[in-house]
T-cell receptor
């Protein structure tokens, strides 16, 4: 089991550019979560999918952020346009239903300059 | 979900037991207590969870008080690799969304 796979590991982009972060959950897991981590705000839940359907996106900071899960093995988090304050580590996690514990990916460190 | 309170930091000597406390006085009867840890620059890692009985696995033990208002995570023989931020989280058995607080930064000292 390769675990939750995120790409890229590091991304540096200029303000105003579009950024796409990718996540492959563990096979068989039916819940997927995107988190953002900064020193100031800690770990924040952005959005949660269950069976590929977005269930709760109340943590998405603004319309510049969007997330999709076209199938059970792939999800994207897109920021368009990106801003310096979006700089953070973005984590993807997956789980089986009902609180069986999450498995997190290694994260994508995003720097917007 | 219950609000949890943890000390911001703790030290532990290598080889000794690390006892990390968590207060969750508002926890309801159907809420589980989960523990995760995050080693620097890595994603959080699941450790253990429990409802009301004490639990043990290969990583740690979880002791939940009888009134369920607090719990303690025990790392029986702490190593330098256990240095991390440890998060205690309450989660309803109908929920599936973890909200992480600020956790306890544990430093294992050689």
């Amino acid at each position: 089991d390769a675990g939750v796979i995120q790409s890229p590991r590091h991304e540096v982009t200029e303000m105003g550019q579009e950024v796409t972060l990718r996540c492959k959950p563990i096979s068989g897991h039916n819940s997927l979560f995107w988190y953002r981590q900064t020193m100031m705000r800690g770990l924040e839940l952005l959005i949660y999918f269950n069976n590929n359907v977005p269930i709760d996106d109340s943590g998405m900071p603004e319309d510049r952020f969007s997330a999709k899960m076209p199938n059970a093995s792939f999800s994207t988090l897109k920021i368009q346009p990106s801003e310096p304050r979006d700089s953070a580590v973005y984590f993807c996690a997956s789980s089986l239903d009902r609180g069986s514990g999450y498995t997190f990916g290694s994260g994508t460190r995003l720097t917007v300059v | 979900d219950a609000k949890t309170t943890q000390p911001p930091s703790m030290d532990c000597a290598e080889g000794r037991a690390a006892n990390l406390p968590c207060n969750h006085s508002t926890i309801s009867g159907n809420e589980y207590v989960y523990w995760y840890r995050q080693i620097h620059s890595q994603g959080p890692q699941y450790i253990i969870h429990g409802l009301k009985n004490n639990e043990t696995n290969e990583m740690a033990s979880l002791i939940i008080t009888e009134d369920r208002k607090s719990s303690t995570l025990i790392l029986p023989h702490a190593t330098l690799r256990d240095t991390a931020v440890y998060y205690c989280i309450g989660l309803r058995n109908t929920g599936n969304q973890f909200y992480f607080g600020t956790g306890t930064s544990l430093t294992v000292i050689p």
